[in-house]
């Protein structure tokens, strides 16, 4: 079939955007982390980005855990609220820079908890970056005459599914304090650890109104189940806070389907294996129509699915071209799909970038584009009235289409 036409990296950029899964801690500038590492004497394998660039933060990994080895040089300099607001607010104008207008960022705030600095102070100082960077934007002219959307963010609070005593940050000291006076195994303090950061996200967000829009479990998957969770998702889900899931990124479909059935997931997060039925457990009897079901489960129900290419590729190596990665499936499948980055800095992309490739190798046409893009904005975790949310997803519905319209 022939190419209905080319989107240019600048046509794809001036488009309005979201990114609904992005890491804070994964998406800092890299002269940013030099900065700061200088200053709070944390120890680089390079001062230069060059350098950074060819030992930690690649064009391609080896394999998951290399691919992870990045966010100990990050998180180490998050560790004052100074520095958390300034990533976010930096991260916050990178996103606007590339028409990225809409943003709901991730992380895990036990991971920079220590003796001078709780949660509160976590939770406030990267919520003061964001929100410093939305009045700046919103105060432009093009905003404020209805030229170009507004700019609007939220916040979703990660658990880990895994950890142990030599964890950075509060995690560390818990598993250690926990393990000695209960005498527990460790899916009990995995469970009471993602309990006690639901019930002081929830608190954080009603005390001092801070959007926390969302719950999200990150980490291993392969055996560490989301089911050991379920305490914690089962109070954010009382308390009104939405619910993604890091699931199906590298183990199969049944990880997807008890994210949705045991933790209420309203979105999943990468769920690249949810056209896997080779990565089925044993005791599936029929592999490929069990995933059928759940892929038609998951289209009914608007289930989203945050889509992220290059991480995916650069995890996952075996998966070779970017054609080859699943998302042509779900386009197929018309799935509720949307483009993200993961890590902007950890997978070098943005999500122009994601979306370039994505059009190049699935020779996406304006529909598809169109749908993928408004998916972002329509299954957003928005913070405040829906009524809000919807005037919202309309002024960039139709600056959406009045650019798709020019493109010839």
Not at 345 to 371: C, P, Y
Request: charged share 25%; net charge neutral.
């Amino acid at each position: 079939m022939k190419k209905e036409m080319t989107f240019t990296n600048d046509f794809l950029k001036n488009l309005p955007k979201s990114d609904l899964h992005l890491h804070l801690d994964g998406s800092m500038r890299l002269s940013t982390l030099i900065e700061l590492a200088k200053s709070r004497n944390v120890t680089l394998p390079s001062y230069t980005e060059e350098g950074l660039r060819k030992l930690v933060f690649k064009p391609s990994y080896a394999n998951l855990g290399e691919y992870l080895a990045g966010f100990q040089f990050t998180c180490g300099v998050l560790d004052t609220e100074e520095n958390l607001e300034r990533a976010a607010y930096e991260l916050a104008w990178d996103c606007l820079d590339e028409g990225v207008c809409y943003i709901e960022v991730r992380f895990a705030p036990q991971l920079h908890i220590h003796s001078d600095l709780g949660i509160d102070g976590v939770l406030l100082a990267v919520n003061a970056g964001f929100e410093r960077a939305q009045k700046e934007y919103n105060a432009l002219e093009t905003v404020r005459t209805n030229q170009k959307p507004e700019f609007f963010y939220g916040i979703i609070a990660c658990a880990l599914r895994k950890f142990d005593e030599n964890a950075p940050g509060w995690y560390g000291s818990f598993y250690q304090q926990f393990f000695a006076s209960k005498h527990a195994n460790t899916r009990q303090i995995f469970s009471s650890a993602s309990l006690e950061l639901a019930h002081a996200v929830v608190r954080c967000r009603d005390q001092y109104g801070i959007p926390i829009v969302g719950f999200d479990l990150a980490g291993q998957e392969d055996g560490y189940p989301a089911r050991h969770h379920k305490k914690a998702y089962q109070y954010a889900h009382e308390n009104f806070l939405q619910k993604t899931v890091h699931a199906g990124e590298a183990y199969g479909p049944e990880s997807i389907f008890e994210s949705i059935t045991t933790l209420y997931a309203n979105r999943i997060g990468h769920g690249y294996h949810l056209f896997s039925p080779d990565k089925c457990a044993k005791n599936i009897a029929n592999p490929e129509e069990y995933t059928r079901r759940l892929q038609s489960y998951i289209a009914n129900n608007r289930i989203t699915i945050e889509v992220c290419i290059s991480s995916n590729l650069q995890t996952n190596p075996s998966i070779g071209p970017v054609s080859n990665h699943h998302f042509g499936k779900m386009l197929e499948a018309e799935l509720s799909a949307t483009i993200c980055t993961d890590n902007r800095l950890i997978s070098n992309t943005s999500v122009t970038n994601e979306l370039k490739m994505a059009v190049d190798a699935f020779d996406m046409s304006k529909k598809q584009i169109r749908n993928t893009l408004i998916y972002g904005f329509k299954r957003s975790f928005f913070f405040g009235e829906y009524r809000t949310k919807r005037r919202y997803v309309r002024k960039v519905i139709d600056c959406l289409d009045a650019l798709l319209d020019e493109a010839k």
